[in-house]
């Protein structure tokens, strides 16, 4: 069965900082896809980032970037100048390629901004 | 279009009652959904369907049910609640099969808040 964990329950950044927020998951498959979706005090989720697990380079989206190691099982997030609105709780999910296969989330870390 | 729209937003029931909880979109996606957000537990997968007339269970399936007649909707039924399924609820939608370069995510409603007293 596949899992994702994300140990650190919350972690906090300085205004304009960078922060790493990260994420391992167990599979046995070969084919899948990583996000990282945001969750703001609204409830809305939010996709921030994805990652296909074919591709060596890591994805990045402005200020938003991963660091992809697949042998390692490892996926992390990075927020570059983090802002005010960045605070929200935020989660790692996977899903394998083949069809009908399901999403699968951690369960999250909160993420506050200091001004 | 709407994406994936949910009702409702909020919801009081008491021990015992029943209702559905309303799910919707307009992407033509064959796959679609329902979690439940509980504090600590991330977000659950209860049931999902892969497209009209198939359905199947998630991880915590006990005490739902549904059925998805139609492309579009895929409600989920409460039979009899208790006060264990106060809990956040989200559904989700999203092609069924994943495809290089196509948009893979989820794309979820902002969800139903729903308390059993």
């Known amino acids: 069965a596949q899992t994702v964990t994300q140990s650190q329950p919350e972690m906090s950044v300085q205004e304009a900082e960078t922060v790493t927020l990260s994420c391992t998951y167990d599979t046995s498959e070969s084919d899948y896809y990583l996000f990282w979706y945001k969750q703001p005090p609204s409830r809305q989720m939010i996709l921030v980032i994805r990652?296909?697990?074919?591709?060596?380079q890591n994805a990045t989206e402005n200020r938003f970037s991963v660091n992809f190691q697949k042998a390692a099982k490892s996926f992390s997030l990075k927020i570059s100048d983090s802002q005010l609105g960045d605070a929200a709780m935020y989660f790692c999910a996977y899903r394998p390629v083949r069809a009908n296969s399901k999403l699968t989330f951690g369960k999250g870390i909160t993420l506050s901004v200091r001004p | 279009n709407a994406g994936v729209t949910q009702t409702p937003k909020f919801q009081v029931l008491k021990t015992g009652q029943s209702m559905t909880l309303q799910c919707a979109q307009d992407?033509?996606?064959?796959?679609m959904s329902w979690y439940r957000q509980d504090p600590g537990m991330g977000l659950r997968l209860i049931h999902y369907s892969v497209g009209a007339g198939i359905t199947d269970q998630g991880e915590v399936p006990n005490g739902y049910n549904v059925s998805r007649s139609t492309t579009e909707d895929f409600p989920l039924r409460l039979l009899s609640a208790a006060p264990s399924q106060t809990s956040v609820y989200f559904c989700?939608?999203?092609?069924?099969?994943?495809?290089?370069?196509?948009?893979?995510?989820?794309?979820f409603g902002p969800g139903t808040r729903l308390t059993v007293l």
């Open positions: 989700a939608s999203s092609y069924a099969k994943l495809l290089a370069g196509e948009h893979n995510e989820q794309f």
């Open positions: 990652q296909e697990a074919y591709k060596q």
């Open positions: 992407m033509n996606h064959e796959y």
